[in-house]
């Protein structure tokens, strides 16, 4: 089951320029746009290539590992 999301496409854009920032973290989005961390990896899902959606998920998962030892 696709969930779809009533947001507008300026917007969606937004959502996915911040969630392909390596300096914006899913917090930040959660608390401007309302999505949790889930409600945007499906958005991303939605609207990138299959081969970008998993490169970027691949990127989010190291660089994640990576920021806890940078604190």
Known sequence: MTK???IPDAQISDI??????DHIR???IRREY????????ALMRQNLKPGS????????RD?????ETYK
């Open 53 to 60: 959606y998993r490169t970027w998920r691949k990127r989010v």
């Open 34 to 41: 309302g999505l949790a961390e889930k409600d945007v990896k």
């Open 16 to 21: 996915i320029q911040m969630a392909l920032s």
């Open 26 to 28: 899913f917090e930040d």
């Open 4 to 6: 779809r999301y009533d």
């Open 63 to 67: 660089f994640g590992t990576r920021r």
